[in-house]
Structure formats: structure tokens, C-alpha cells
DNA sequence: CGCGCTCATGTAATCGAAATCATCGATAAC
DNA sequence: GTTATCGATGATTTCGATTACATGAGCGCG
């Protein structure tokens, strides 16, 4: 037995014919077996069986794909895979896929342009059935495969909502949450408000910061509203909320559009000999898993990570078998949990 | 142009032929003007580039495939994705990757042997020209194709290293780096230590014990060591890091042997209205991005974790190209970083 | 002037599995 | 008893590219 294993994988890999061969029937019907195992006699099916354990067959993938057009792989590609909140959802993503018999083709942007082009042409390879993108851009070649096969096209955005791109997606509701953090802040009594954002070209920020502004116009703050754009990046939150706390009549209370750019504001509130929420309160976005461990211990807006992740493979797999036709945006529930870096301004006003 | 681009897409996509069709050449020169533009007529290939993009042509991934039986992919493994330490080794794995020519496949295995399985027939089936698996085991039958085809099997282990496997790999010193750590404990006036290990079943974890214990012995400090035995995951640091300090007699430092852990052990301090590092000392393992930013910063020791990926990446490349025949194994260096996680005890002794 | 050589290109086999169509025996229907 | 039907299986084409081999034009050299 390890013997024919072992010699099994000496030889290049043993192929439908050496299986046909070995069991004395057709290739046609060693491809059943797998494929279409009802139509074929228990007798023979299992004499077939044997033949593949006896020689460690496994179908060649290539040959497969070229025949069905079809490669089970989805890809994902993703801004920055280091980052803990895109790495949550890729996990749903991963989970889903694999649960659906398909698996994953990571694709790491990086932000730039360039790669998200060169996996764009992976796509159009056909390389993968399906392409997932949390990013906010959608390449031209691909935007141009979308207007001319419409809502069909195996294409899904996550996390980021763009009408333009004519594309499923699903996300949460941003100008919402963005808006309930206003609220909290103005709830305690905080009149003062920063806000850092991120690059202002994704809508993940501008809906945001559209959120902020509606609260606040609310409320008649707008004009004590001091923002800074940041990168999502712990060190363009140092810097940002830096600036913002160096001004002349500091905010009492920072947004952060991201965890990471939040403990770059922790980081640049203790630089200043401040503490939080003593002097700043400071609210983050995302709940990734160690915004809880953090002291003091964040206050953010949780998203549903894995489940973003579950429900793009979920539109992505609905138009990959045809059960769709339109355009869907969902829509995820989010939530703000409120820990302790933010509280009452020490001097309300 | 924008027209040609339409139709290109709406219609399956051109083939080579409809190419060697439009461009009045035969499939062979097309295809020469991809894979040996040298051996084509400078007025040719225009013509051929000119077809190719009036077209819209690309490639199709699965019969280049199977003619050349290489895929241009490499299939990555790793136990946790959401865990910054490995993203951040991916992250140098998928740099290394695309320079190179290949893309990633990525498999969280989620430490179950199963998927560990799921992705080893996937590599079988040719989806895959290499395989580096970032955890400690490898399925069964990866390692009787290790036996049977010995070093020039393109697999290779990333961050461990388990000598039995008979693979190349890319790690640092574990050993060497845990003791570094109790010697910093030690030199600080340090007694009695704690530990929270990983699970023992990983040469990761047992490594770094065997230089725990060699530093303690060292020191004569071996019976005042306490040990617990963690999962790396945070709230395991939380748990395990609270029953050591629960003791009677408890340590006045603790070791985790993971950043992530060490976060938990933070909560576990501040639980017990104590203070790091004034109550306790703390060290954390493998410097993720968090670990300065942290209250207090965390002492720990950096891995490079993006050279571990390129490195891998490297060793695998040399294996498919046949430039190498023996077994690799590829120390890279540590450092330990002292932050403000640790400082003398209190009240020595 | 013709032989051989090089260079550019065409022809056709090939990769391994899937799927269509053909076959053949057995059973059921009339 | 003949024929339509069905179930199981085999023969063959097909997917789209690569590549070994064939071809043929152009050129140099004896």
C-alpha cells in the first residue's frame, strides 16, 4: 500500500487514461464516476475506485478548467492584506468560498493602481470564475466588461459602496454610523469635534464624512468641526489627530475613521502629556480585535467583518449560477459600542 | 476603439485563432509573439499586437496550463489569516510572488487538519506549481510526495521549522530568541517568570521552551519558572496569564510567546488592579505593528516577517527552477526590541 | 550555379478531462 | 415477435494554447 503511493508519485501523476487502463473501462466512464456518479453501475464504479486509490489519481485541474470553462477560484483582491479589518473579512470570504467548493485567489493592491490592473487581466484570463474587490476602484478593462454584460458580470464589491461602478455589494450603512458617533460625542456634551478621515476619494470616507456633517449641521456645530485626512494608517493618525490637537482650541473629542488610525491618536494624545478621555475623547471605526484590548479601551463602530465577507460570496455565487439578474446592494447592520475612551469633556463647552 | 473593446467582451472572449484569423498569421506565430518575441519579425508582431487589441485577447489561462503543466501560482497556508504576524508574512509572500511572475493562493487553514488536507489534494491537482505552508504539519500525502521525489519537491515551511519533514524552510532562531528574552528578564533583577507558551505540538512553541528552560537552568532560576500552556490567541493570553498571576508567590514577569497573547496579558494585569510594568514585567514575541503602540509599549522580539515571506518564496522559486538539490534551511535574524513592558521588580528577589 | 544554412513562419500533434453521440444488450409494449 | 425504450458504457470530438517538426524563401560560398 505506501509502496503504490510512493510510486504513484514518482511517476508525472497518473492521468484518466492510466485509470481507464487500470480498471479496464473508458475514460468516459471513469470521468463519470466523478462527475456523474447515478449513471453508473455500483460494480464498476467501484472497480474504478480502486484503480484511483491504487494509483493516487487526482483529475488534472488545467484539463478540467479548459473543458468547463469553468475553475471554481474566486479572487479577492484587497487594498492591504495586513491590515486586521480587510484580513477579517477576507477570513469570511475564505469561509464561504471554501464551503461553496470554491477557493481563494489573494490579490494584495497595496493601494496602487498598477497591481489592481495586473489582477484585473487575471480575471480576464480567466484565472477565476469570479472576482471580489474591497477596494473602491474597478479597473477600466473590467468597468468596460461590466457595461457590456450588465448586472451578470462575476464582479462584486465589499465594504465600499460605489453607484457609478454598477456593480453587487454589500457593506454597511457609513453615513449612518458615521452619524451615531456625532451623536454620541454631542450626547456627552463635546462641542469641539475632529475628525480624521481617510483618502477622500473612496466612498467608504466621503460617506462618512457626509455622515459627520449632517450630525452636525443638526446640532448647528458645523463650524466648530476641525478635520484631518489621513491614510487609514496608525501613522497618519498620530499625525493627523497631532495637528488637530496642536491647533488653537483643541477638540475635545477625535473621530477616526479606522482603529488604526485611532491608536495613532492614543499615541499622539500621550506624546502631548494628554490622557484619554480625561482631556480627548477618541472614537474609532471598525471594532477590529484588538480595539477592545487597547486602553484605554476603544470606543468604535463595529462592522460585521466575516459576514461581509459571507455575503459577497453570496451575491458573487448567485450570479456565477444565473440565479440573478439585477443589481444588489446590501445593506449589513453595524453598531457603535461605547467602551471607555470617550466620556464627558472635563470642561463641557 | 471603445466599440472594438465592447463587442471584445460581450462575445466569450477571442481566442488565439480568431488572433492568427484577424492578423493573417498562423496560431504558432501568435503565440511566438508571447512566449519568443525575439523569433518574430519586428512587422509581424505589429500586426499581431495590433489584432490582439482590436480583440481584446488574452491568454486563456487553462490550456497555457495544461500544454505547459505549470500554473504560475503558488499555494500559501496559513493557520490564522486574521493574525497580524502571518498577514504580515503573506504580505511579503504575495511581494515576492508577483515579482516573480506567480500569484498567491491563499488557504486559512484555521490549524484544522482537514482543510490542511483540502489544500494538500488541491496542490496535487496541479492548481499549484509550489506549495509553502506556514504552519507545523504537513498532510500525509505531501509527505510521501516529499519521500518519493525528495528536496526537489517544490514545498517549503515558513516561520517553523521541524527537521522531520525533510523540507526547506525560513525561520529565525527561536530557541536562541527566548533565551535572549530571559536573559533581558534575568539582567533586570528578575526571579520568578512566567510563561505562556503556544501549543507544544509546534516546533514553534517547544523551540522557544527549550530556550527558556536553557536560560533558566543557565541562571539556576529553573524551579521558579511557571508555565502555561496558550493558543496565541488573546483571550487565551487574558486566561493563562491570570492563572500565573494568581498564584501564590506569582511572577513578577511574564513571557508570552505572542504579541497577541501578551495583549491579553496586558487585560490580565489591569484586571487585577496591577500595573505593567511596575507590578509586572512583560514580554511579547514576533513585534507585529501593534506591539509599539500598545499601553505600555511592548518589549518583544521582531521577526521580519516580510523577508521570512520573500525568503520562502525564494527557496521555492530555486526549487522550481532546478537551481538547487539539497534542503535549505534559512535562519533569519531576530532582535529583541525593549520597550517600556518591562523594567526591574519592584522589590527584588 | 547549386548546395546547404539560416530565418521566419506554417502545420499538426499534444496536453487531460468532459461531453456528445454511438452502441449494445435487455426489457417492455403492442 | 418485432420494435421502441432505457440503462450502461465506449468511441470520438472538443476545449485553446504550446511546440516539435516541416517548409520555403533568401543568402553566402565554393
Given at each position: 500500500?505506501?509502496?503504490?503511493?510512493?510510486?504513484?508519485?514518482?511517476?508525472?501523476?497518473?492521468?484518466?487514461?492510466?485509470v481507464?487502463?487500470?480498471?479496464g473501462?473508458?475514460?468516459?466512464?471513469?470521468?463519470?464516476?466523478?462527475?456523474?456518479?447515478?449513471?453508473?453501475?455500483?460494480?464498476?464504479?467501484?472497480?474504478?475506485?480502486?484503480?484511483?486509490?491504487?494509483?493516487?489519481?487526482?483529475?488534472?485541474?488545467?484539463?478540467?478548467?479548459?473543458?468547463?470553462?469553468?475553475?471554481?477560484?474566486?479572487?479577492?483582491?484587497?487594498?492591504?492584506?495586513?491590515?486586521?479589518?480587510?484580513?477579517?473579512?477576507?477570513?469570511?470570504?475564505e469561509?464561504?468560498?471554501?464551503a461553496?467548493?470554491?477557493?481563494?485567489?489573494?490579490?494584495?493592491?497595496?493601494?496602487?493602481?498598477?497591481r489592481?490592473?495586473?489582477?484585473?487581466?487575471?480575471?480576464?484570463?480567466?484565472?477565476?470564475?469570479?472576482?471580489?474587490?474591497?477596494?473602491?476602484?474597478?479597473?477600466?478593462?473590467l468597468?468596460?466588461?461590466?457595461a457590456?454584460?450588465?448586472p451578470?458580470?462575476?464582479?462584486?464589491?465589499?465594504?465600499?459602496?460605489?453607484?457609478?461602478?454598477?456593480?453587487?455589494s454589500?457593506h454597511?450603512?457609513?453615513?449612518?454610523?458615521?452619524?451615531?458617533?456625532?451623536?454620541?460625542?454631542?450626547?456627552l456634551?463635546?462641542t469641539?469635534?475632529?475628525?480624521?478621515?481617510?483618502?477622500?476619494?473612496?466612498?467608504?470616507?466621503s460617506d462618512?464624512?457626509?455622515?459627520v456633517?449632517?450630525?452636525?449641521?443638526?446640532?448647528?456645530?458645523?463650524?466648530?468641526?476641525?478635520?484631518?485626512?489621513?491614510?487609514?494608517?496608525?501613522?497618519?493618525?498620530?499625525?493627523?489627530?497631532?495637528?488637530?490637537?496642536?491647533q488653537?482650541?483643541?477638540?475635545t473629542?477625535?473621530?477616526?475613521?479606522s482603529?488604526?488610525?485611532?491608536?495613532?491618536?492614543?499615541?499622539?494624545?500621550?506624546?502631548r502629556?494628554?490622557s484619554?478621555p480625561?482631556?480627548?475623547?477618541l472614537?474609532?471605526f471598525?471594532?477590529?480585535?484588538?480595539?477592545?484590548?487597547?486602553s484605554?479601551?476603544?470606543?468604535?463602530?463595529?462592522?460585521?467583518?466575516?459576514?461581509?465577507?459571507?455575503?459577497?460570496v453570496?451575491?458573487l455565487?448567485?450570479?456565477?449560477?444565473?440565479?440573478?439578474?439585477?443589481l444588489?446592494?446590501?445593506?449589513?447592520?453595524?453598531?457603535?459600542?461605547v467602551?471607555s475612551?470617550?466620556?464627558?469633556?472635563?470642561?463641557?463647552?
Amino acid at each position: 500500500m505506501p509502496r503504490a503511493w510512493l510510486a504513484a508519485s514518482v511517476e508525472p501523476m497518473a492521468t484518466i487514461q492510466d485509470v481507464a487502463l487500470d480498471a479496464g473501462v473508458s475514460t468516459a466512464t471513469v470521468s463519470r464516476v466523478f462527475s456523474a456518479p447515478e449513471l453508473v453501475l455500483e460494480a464498476t464504479r467501484k472497480k474504478v475506485m480502486e484503480a484511483v486509490t491504487r494509483l493516487g489519481y487526482e483529475p488534472n485541474f488545467a484539463a478540467k478548467s479548459l473543458r468547463t470553462l469553468r475553475t471554481e477560484k474566486i479572487l479577492v483582491t484587497v487594498p492591504d492584506i495586513s491590515n486586521p479589518f480587510f484580513s477579517q473579512v477576507i477570513r469570511g470570504v475564505e469561509e464561504a468560498a471554501l464551503a461553496a467548493g470554491y477557493s481563494v485567489l489573494l490579490g494584495d493592491t497595496r493601494h496602487e493602481e498598477a497591481r489592481e490592473e495586473q489582477y484585473a487581466s487575471m480575471f480576464r484570463r480567466k484565472e477565476a470564475d469570479g472576482l471580489i474587490f474591497l477596494g473602491h476602484r474597478l479597473p477600466d478593462v473590467l468597468a468596460e466588461m461590466v457595461a457590456a454584460k450588465g448586472p451578470r458580470t462575476p464582479i462584486v464589491n465589499g465594504c465600499e459602496f460605489r453607484p457609478g461602478l454598477a456593480v453587487s455589494s454589500a457593506h454597511i450603512d457609513n453615513e449612518g454610523a458615521a452619524a451615531e458617533v456625532m451623536e454620541h460625542l454631542y450626547g456627552l456634551g463635546h462641542t469641539r469635534v475632529g475628525v480624521v478621515t481617510g483618502p477622500l476619494v473612496s466612498p467608504i470616507s466621503s460617506d462618512r464624512l457626509a455622515g459627520v456633517l449632517a450630525a452636525a449641521q443638526r446640532r448647528g456645530r458645523a463650524s466648530a468641526l476641525r478635520m484631518a485626512i489621513g491614510d487609514f494608517s496608525i501613522e497618519s493618525g498620530v499625525r493627523q489627530a497631532g495637528e488637530l490637537l496642536d491647533q488653537p482650541g483643541p477638540p475635545t473629542a477625535i473621530f477616526c475613521f479606522s482603529d488604526e488610525m485611532a491608536m495613532g491618536a492614543i499615541e499622539a494624545i500621550r506624546r502631548r502629556g494628554l490622557s484619554c478621555p480625561r482631556d480627548v475623547s477618541l472614537v474609532g471605526f471598525d471594532d477590529i480585535r484588538f480595539a477592545q484590548y487597547l486602553s484605554p479601551q476603544l470606543t468604535t463602530v463595529s462592522q460585521p467583518m466575516e459576514q461581509i465577507g459571507h455575503e459577497v460570496v453570496r451575491l458573487l455565487l448567485d450570479i456565477l449560477a444565473d440565479r440573478t439578474s439585477s443589481l444588489q446592494n446590501v445593506t449589513l447592520p453595524h453598531r457603535l459600542v461605547v467602551r471607555s475612551s470617550t466620556a464627558p469633556p472635563a470642561s463641557p463647552g
